[in-house]
């Protein structure tokens, strides 16, 4: 099998179709309800913008205990929904200290555990060898021969994927993300011993003022 670092590579090399963030989230919704063997999740960022997401705003907007209260209202909803879908594994890479945001997406995936999700946590110095001078991508495969590169700006606001079809690619990568996900730790496990005693988030003057263009949230969640 290749290095992993360089079917990492191929995946940001490899040409392929631009969705826009709705076409990509259409596709997603229609392929992952009929993925062979699930979802599965690479995510290596810190810093994500997600205004369509009620407790996330709360976060940023120093309400902390509002916003943890509102994801415990989604856990109900969440086990419902997963009850009924294909497997969804996710190996989170995490920096420390954790940002604001990772902070508060660390618990959205302890919920999300709860509910049905298996997420798992590996700290990046075990990915430092795979990264070359690049971080890892965020990718999401869906079957033996279906791969998304999700992209974001530059404030981590989500603005599509790139489609990648090509069996002889979406191996590998899925076999790499496999032995990420293998070394991984539980996140409700992590959470509860890392996470959960830190004290609130603080969020800086400057992400608070790139709210305003991003008015729109649903309260929503995106599996």
């Not at 497997?87 to 954790?98: F, G, K, N, S």
């Amino acid at each position: 099998m290749a290095h992993a670092g360089d079917i990492f590579d191929e995946v940001r090399r490899a040409e392929a179709p631009v969705l826009s963030a709705a076409d990509y989230q259409a596709e997603f919704t229609e392929e992952f309800e009929r993925a062979p063997d699930g979802v599965w999740k690479l995510e290596r960022a810190q810093e994500f913008f997600e205004p369509d997401v009620a407790s996330w705003r709360a976060m940023m907007a120093g309400d902390w205990d509002g916003s943890l209260a509102m994801l415990e209202e989604l856990r109900e909803f969440l086990f419902t929904y997963y009850k009924t879908r294909p497997e969804a594994r996710r190996i989170r890479i995490v920096e420390t200290p954790l940002t604001p945001y990772l902070q508060w997406e660390l618990h959205v995936l302890a919920v999300r555990a709860t509910a049905g999700e298996r997420p798992r946590v590996l700290h990046a110095d075990a990915v430092r060898e795979l990264e070359r001078g690049a971080p890892l991508p965020e990718i999401v495969v869906l079957g033996p021969s279906l791969l998304y590169e999700v992209l974001y700006d530059e404030i981590g606001a989500h603005v599509g994927a790139r489609r990648i079809t090509d069996p002889g690619l979406v191996g590998p990568c899925l076999a790499a993300i496999r032995q990420l996900y293998g070394r991984g730790e539980d996140v409700r496990a992590y959470v509860e011993r890392e996470v959960a005693p830190l004290p609130p988030p603080v969020i800086s003057e400057s992400a608070r003022a790139l709210l305003p263009g991003y008015s729109h949230h649903t309260g929503t969640i995106r599996p």
